[in-house]
């Protein structure tokens, strides 16, 4: 079958990055997605991955990110990763423009993405050479949250934005099913990654780091992307269908240690 190559949405930092990165280190070619071609080219000249600069909110972005990955190679993997939170604030006095911006990149490019790319995924499945091996799959794994399955006071609009990723998600495993494509969803708890927290307290940096305070071992990146890389070269019979990813410290999305880990010693 040859290499096989993934694409990476919200690739230029953070989970995205991480997961360009330990694809590469396993061997796959990876187009990394995202809207600063800075850090795009920055990831793609320590990497060696094809890059891809598109604003995912943008029809005609999306558009053209498929012909380039249509013109250039199969595509047998799609990370959804773009998405992120915007404030703290309550269901009445939330800005209308936070939820819009939330839902247009947490559900909305998802499914501009993935419904661009699926010819794609379906046509590196379709036809296998003479003498492949049978027993292969095409890969979209949806990036959500465990703010996607758990209301948290606060959480308003993310919390609305990721419910609907995580439904999306679920629908369009129901709708593939018969076809060689898994659809694959990890729900990150909390991450320590250096831009998230920033976007949502709008580049107020204490208040970002005041989330992570005094938590042993928050999640970082990486730990997101091990879990992603693992999903997707499980063997192409099994689908992880849903994968929560949390630290020991969260037991819940609201339950969070704070203080060294010990055991209760009775």
Same mark, same amino acid.
């Given at each position: 079958?040859?290499?096989?190559?993934?694409?990476?949405?919200?690739?230029?930092?953070?989970?995205?990055?991480?997961?360009?990165?330990?694809?590469?280190?396993?061997?796959?070619?990876?187009?990394?997605?995202?809207?600063?071609?800075?850090? !795009?080219?920055? %990831?793609? #000249?320590?990497?060696? &991955?094809?890059?891809?600069? /598109?604003?995912?909110? =943008?029809? +005609? $972005?999306?558009?053209?990110?498929?012909?380039?990955?249509?013109?250039?190679?199969?595509?047998?993997?799609?990370?959804?990763?773009?998405?992120?939170?915007?404030?703290?604030?309550?269901?009445?006095?939330?800005?209308?423009?936070?939820?819009?911006?939330?839902?247009?990149?947490?559900?909305?490019?998802?499914?501009?993405?993935?419904?661009?790319? !699926?010819?794609? %995924?379906? #046509?590196?499945?379709? &036809?296998?050479?003479?003498? /492949?091996?049978?027993? =292969?799959? +095409? $890969?979209?794994?949806?990036?959500?949250?465990?703010?996607?399955?758990?209301?948290?006071?606060?959480?308003?609009?993310?919390?609305?934005?990721?419910?609907?990723?995580?439904?999306?998600?679920?629908?369009?495993?129901?709708?593939?099913?018969?076809?060689?494509?898994?659809?694959?969803?990890?729900?990150?708890?909390?991450?320590?990654?250096?831009?998230?927290?920033?976007?949502?307290?709008?580049?107020? &940096?204490?208040?970002?780091? /005041?989330?992570?305070?005094?938590?042993?071992?928050?999640?970082?990146?990486?730990?997101?992307?091990?879990?992603?890389?693992?999903?997707?070269?499980?063997?192409?019979?099994?689908?992880?269908?849903?994968?929560?990813?949390?630290?020991?410290?969260?037991?819940?999305?609201?339950?969070?240690?704070?203080?060294?880990?010990?055991?209760?010693?009775?």
């Amino acid at each position: 079958m040859g290499k096989r190559r993934v694409v990476v949405t919200g690739a230029s930092s953070g989970i995205g990055a991480a997961t360009v990165r330990l694809f590469r280190e396993h061997g796959w070619d990876v187009v990394g997605v995202a809207r600063r071609a800075d850090r !795009l080219a920055e %990831l793609a #000249a320590e990497t060696g &991955a094809a890059v891809f600069t /598109a604003d995912l909110t =943008v029809q +005609a $972005d999306v558009d053209a990110l498929r012909d380039f990955l249509a013109a250039s190679g199969p595509v047998n993997a799609l990370i959804n990763n773009a998405g992120g939170a915007k404030g703290l604030d309550s269901v009445e006095n939330g800005s209308l423009e936070d939820w819009a911006w939330m839902y247009e990149i947490n559900v909305l490019a998802v499914k501009r993405v993935t419904s661009a790319l !699926l010819p794609l %995924l379906r #046509a590196s499945v379709a &036809a296998p050479e003479a003498g /492949a091996a049978t027993d =292969v799959s +095409a $890969d979209i794994v949806n990036i959500t949250s465990t703010a996607g399955h758990t209301a948290y006071i606060g959480g308003g609009g993310y919390n609305a934005a990721k419910f609907a990723a995580h439904a999306m998600t679920e629908v369009l495993r129901l709708e593939l099913n018969g076809e060689p494509i898994r659809v694959i969803e990890v729900a990150p708890g909390m991450v320590q990654t250096e831009e998230f927290g920033l976007v949502r307290f709008n580049g107020d &940096a204490e208040k970002a780091r /005041a989330a992570y305070s005094n938590v042993v071992n928050p999640l970082v990146a990486d730990d997101v992307a091990a879990t992603v890389v693992a999903a997707v070269e499980m063997p192409a019979h099994v689908n992880l269908d849903l994968v929560v990813v949390k630290p020991v410290a969260q037991a819940s999305t609201t339950l969070v240690a704070r203080g060294p880990l010990a055991p209760r010693l009775t």
